[in-house]
């Protein structure tokens, strides 16, 4: 079955650059979404179409892929950044929709 | 503004039917190339989606919870629902709803409501 990988935990000081990726086969031709989501709160969408960003959401939050790797970058990361943050795509078949296993964020 | 907001039991018996409904304020479900989704997480677990349904009523689900879920819409509340039969302890998640815009540059989901829990125990 169709698999989004991140890696557990990415862990940064304040005004560092924070990377989290998000790799699968069918990337190359699927956009990524990416979400965060804050303890005890419902998820909120930073990225979609890989790397457009909704409004309201500041311009630190920014999305690229190259090949199978989707990547959500937070230039400047901020204490209130912490969270999980989870990227969703769906296989090549469109029939297969789901999320990455989620990445932890630490900022301190 | 667009909102969503879930509502349905709290507790469902092991074997039992859940049943939950979302209700959406601030815009028409008729809206095209828009789905309304539903998208579960177990206690401090990752997200899981669950399936779909369009304003006419055709659906899409994952396939290895096809089985035993059913999303229906009620455009006349701007409601749709969702029922899941013959629920396990593995079924206890915090439930949500979204809006998910599905194009043919992407899909996302934007906004969520703000989740419901659904435990199943005895």
């Known amino acids: 079955s169709y698999e989004l990988t991140q890696p557990p935990s990415v862990s940064v000081s304040p005004g560092q650059v924070a990377r989290i990726t998000c790799s699968g086969d069918?990337?190359?031709?699927?956009?990524a979404s990416w979400y965060q989501q804050k303890s005890g709160q419902a998820p909120l969408l930073v990225i979609y179409e890989d790397n457009k960003r909704p409004s309201g959401i500041p311009e630190r939050f920014s999305g690229s892929k190259s090949g199978a790797v989707a990547t959500l970058t937070i230039a400047g990361a901020q204490v209130d950044d912490e969270a999980d943050y989870y990227c969703y795509s769906s296989d090549n078949s469109g029939n297969h929709r789901l999320f990455g296993g989620g990445t932890k964020l630490t900022v301190l | 503004q667009l909102q969503l907001q879930e509502s349905g039991p709290g507790l469902v018996k092991p074997s039992a039917t859940l049943s939950l409904t979302c209700t959406v304020s601030g815009v028409s479900m008729r809206t095209g190339s828009v789905y309304w989704a539903w998208i579960r997480q177990p206690p401090g677990k990752g997200l899981e989606w669950i399936g779909n349904v369009y304003y006419s009523g055709s659906t899409y689900y994952k396939p290895s919870l096809k089985s035993r879920v059913s999303i229906s819409v009620d455009t006349s509340k701007n409601q749709f629902s969702l029922t899941m039969t013959s629920v396990t302890a593995a079924d206890t998640a915090v439930y949500y709803c979204?809006?998910?815009?599905?194009?043919?540059?992407?899909?996302?989901?934007?906004?969520w409501g703000q989740g419901t829990l659904v435990t199943v125990s005895s």
């Open positions: 069918a990337l190359p031709k699927k956009s």
């Open positions: 979204a809006r998910h815009e599905d194009n043919w540059d992407g899909e996302w989901f934007d906004p």
